[in-house]
């Protein structure tokens, strides 16, 4: 655990270097300057050497950065050195989406679980999974420790739900649905509103430059 | 057209307040001051005053906002007093996801191709779309005045893809492929990296406030 608050603009940008530096390793690429990494990622060396700085520098002078150790070292900040165990609740095309992703689990992100309310759903196979019965939900999650819920449900139904899940003890959410969650601050929640982020991209094409 | 820069953390909360008065509406309230909608979207009524202040205000001393005509004026702004035609890049449950939210055509974003290299998926149904395949892209584009693609392509592909659809003219991508597009500033992107979401929520599981 950290001691020092870190500011949540330097937080967004680790887990987009955690995925260079990654990327990097693919390469066979296992050192690299702040000056390299600039360029690569469009973000000046002097942001990556502070950025950087916030948690104790990892460089050093005229060598660079070990990409494997400053992965290590981001990945712990970002508690990727655990396992996580995740449910989704939904399985819709996109819960469907998020059971199948293999990059999750490379990451420590162990889906264990997916359920829906749909006959027409439940028993059926994703991925690795059988589709759960919403029913046996409270079970399972008291069962094998879950530490994620994924919500790809309706907007009406995903408080509910997530006062459910809270009340079993899961402590995090992803939630997918077009809703805020109402959660008390011992709770993490991650907010993925496509909507928003469509209506981001149609205002920005009302406002890019022209040619 | 704004003559005015608006800055980036206020147009990230236009789709928020977007939302939230279309709620308001389909509740059938059509009024509201800045102090209510404060506390509905936990944001302070001062910041919600200087956010639409921005915008030549909307509000009347004593009566608040007219939700209607505050929603129409946000939506201006964020460019969905228009239509858009959207392609989508692959036709996995991700994309089929996207083909089958009724949300995006309501907002004007109708999706009116959907394409994949797999002939597994090529020629299958997906909500009111045919899954075409990727050699037909190219003509499809020219023939439909696409103004969006929405990729959701393996990260080795996006890239290739993307270009080619800038050269047949498209403006605007929304990038769901895990890695950054190379674009030029006349483009319009919006990523959503759910790899990085999910990291951000680990980050925020190990960091939560004890109870």
């Known amino acids: 655990m950290l001691e020092k608050k870190i500011s949540s603009a330097v937080i967004k940008r680790l887990p987009r270097y955690y995925r260079y530096l990654s990327e990097l390793l693919d390469k066979g690429i296992d050192r690299i300057s702040s000056q390299e990494l600039s360029q690569q990622m469009n973000v000046t060396a002097s942001q990556i050497r502070q950025d950087f700085n916030n948690f104790g520098g990892f460089g050093q002078q005229g060598y660079g950065y070990n990409v494997q150790i400053l992965k290590?070292?981001?990945g712990k900040i970002l508690g990727l050195d655990r396992q996580y165990q995740v449910v989704i609740l939904g399985a819709g095309n996109l819960g469907q989406a998020?059971?199948?992703?293999?990059?999750f689990s490379k990451r420590g992100f162990r889906i264990c679980g997916i359920f829906d309310v749909d006959p027409q759903k439940i028993g059926k196979t994703v991925?690795?999974?059988r589709v759960s019965d919403m029913s046996e939900l409270a079970g399972f999650v008291r069962e094998n420790a879950v530490d994620i819920a994924a919500l790809?449900?309706?907007r009406a139904k995903a408080p509910e739900v997530a006062g459910t899940l809270m009340e079993l003890?899961?402590?995090a959410f992803w939630n997918f649905a077009a809703t805020d969650?109402?959660?008390p601050e011992t709770v993490a929640v991650e907010n993925v509103h496509l909507a928003e982020s469509l209506m981001r991209l149609s205002y920005n094409i009302?406002?890019?430059p022209h040619e």
Chains 1, 2 share one sequence.
């Open 98 to 103: 998020l059971a199948n992703y293999a990059g």
């Open 72 to 74: 290590n070292e981001i």
């Open 169 to 171: 003890g899961v402590r």
């Open 206 to 208: 009302a406002n890019i």
């Open 127 to 129: 991925g690795a999974l």
């Open 152 to 154: 790809t449900l309706p």
């Open 181 to 183: 969650l109402d959660l």
